[in-house]
């Protein structure tokens, strides 16, 4: 049996009171594989529906990169949309711009509907390093306001200070559609939204098996459940129960510190307006306060996923570099999370003889895009698959050569753009 991994998030939450297995045979409308976003939003979407979903977790709510994440509310995909209307053509690129803040509302949506206590803050920046990343900025803001975003500020280094207090940059832009969240408490308050609607919620309940037909039966240790529809939202820790579904993507992992409690006045002297930060490196740090107020300092990939040896040791430094006056401070916690990346850097959505849906692969943005998700594959399934469309339209590239030979290729790339950023070219 898993449980949480010593992180912040586990600490925080209360995880006292786990989901039962699943030990017997169920049928239902819709059985949903993953206890993650994507697997969450789904099934709270469809219960909300009226439909019966049983949800099955191979370990506990918000295991993977939904329970481990920066836990900040960041709008768009990881390509945004010029990217995608040069590389699809304008009307992917509409279509998908069309969807590009929704997943943020449906988060402060259910947490107002839910009543879910999960740390929420209104806020965010992006911040830049040096000029060009400045001007990139100001491009930024004029193709989200061209999507109906105005509700965004370009800041000067001077006007910056408002938001923070570092050194480091020559400006930034503010998106008050961005925000904050504890994400475990927001899955487990999800679960529990679930549960209240009538759907069921099993841990510990890896699938071992996939039956495919008319229904699709799926089998764990102990149980099954029989279902008209089987939703695939395992992402980074999908199983080879689906090896279709492996080719395309790769998991990796990303690392995140969290210090000991700071005080409020020390957070505010960083961090004035409580907003969450990513700065504009390709890889990027990004950071916030916790509502105990903690600095969380998280950054970088390791591609393949596997686990650094000392992960304070990988980001102190770059904590200590934004804020000088931390150096030396305690870290409580320091983990690292999987997420999926696939070779276009945007998510795949797709179906499996026709009653099996899938979405995976959000490239290190997911924790709006997976809600946006939810979303689309229940309006799918109640017979309205336009939005999902757009996404299943979107080109499943292999990864050539496969992950052994993926891995490298993808490190040396990164390391390419990452020295790019540092000469500021």
């Not at 503010?174 to 759907?199: C, F, R, V, Y």
């Not at 099993?202 to 099954?224: D, L, N």
């Not at 030396?328 to 999987?338: E, L, R, S």
Request: charged fraction near 20%; aromatic fraction near 8%; hydrophobic fraction near 35%.
């Amino acid at each position: 049996m898993s449980d949480y991994i010593n992180s912040y998030y586990a600490y925080n939450a209360d995880t006292s009171v786990p989901y039962p297995a699943l030990n017997e045979d169920l049928q239902a409308d819709v059985c949903v594989m993953g206890g993650g976003f994507t697997g969450l939003s789904s099934a709270l979407h469809l219960a909300q529906a009226g439909y019966k979903v049983v949800l099955l977790e191979a370990n506990r709510i918000g295991f993977g990169a939904t329970g481990r994440n920066g836990g900040q509310i960041v709008n768009s995909y990881s390509r945004d949309v010029d990217t995608i209307a040069k590389k699809y053509g304008p009307e992917m690129g509409k279509a998908m711009g069309q969807m590009m803040f929704e997943g943020g509302d449906i988060i402060r949506t259910l947490i107002r509907d839910h009543q879910i206590d999960c740390d929420h803050v209104h806020g965010g920046a992006f911040v830049a390093l040096n000029h060009k990343q400045l001007k990139g900025l100001e491009e930024h803001q004029k193709l989200w306001q061209a999507y109906g975003n105005d509700d965004m500020e370009l800041l000067d280094k001077s006007a910056l200070s408002k938001i923070v207090k570092s050194d480091r940059y020559t400006g930034g832009l503010t998106d008050n559609k961005s925000g904050h969240i504890q994400p475990l408490k927001l899955a487990l308050g999800e679960a529990k939204a679930i549960t209240s609607l009538g759907g069921q919620v099993f841990e510990q309940s890896p699938i071992t098996k996939v039956e495919k037909g008319k229904r699709v039966t799926v089998h764990t240790a102990k149980g099954s459940v029989s279902a008209d529809y089987l939703v695939v939202g395992a992402n980074a820790y999908l199983s080879h129960v689906l090896p279709e579904l492996m080719k395309r993507s790769m998991p990796c992992g990303t690392q995140i510190i969290t210090t000991e409690v700071l005080g409020e006045q020390t957070c505010r002297e960083m961090l004035p307006a409580n907003y969450c930060v990513e700065d504009c490196n390709y890889l990027l740090d990004y950071y916030r306060t916790t509502a105990d107020h903690r600095l969380l300092y998280g950054g970088g990939v390791v591609y393949g996923a596997r686990d650094p040896d000392d992960i304070e040791r990988l980001i102190r430094p770059k904590m200590e570099k934004t804020f000088p006056q931390l150096k030396g401070t305690k870290i409580d916690f320091a983990w690292t999370g999987n997420f999926l990346l696939t070779v276009s850097r945007l998510p795949e959505f797709g179906r499996l003889d026709n009653n099996i849906y899938y979405m995976q692969g959000y490239s290190g943005h997911g924790v709006t895009s997976t809600h946006l998700a939810g979303k689309v594959v229940s309006e799918a399934i109640k017979g309205q698959a336009e939005r999902f469309d757009v996404f299943s339209k979107l080109p499943h590239l292999p990864m050539l050569g496969g992950r052994a030979l993926q891995i490298p290729f993808t490190a040396l790339g990164a390391s390419y753009y990452n020295l790019r950023d540092m000469l500021g070219i």
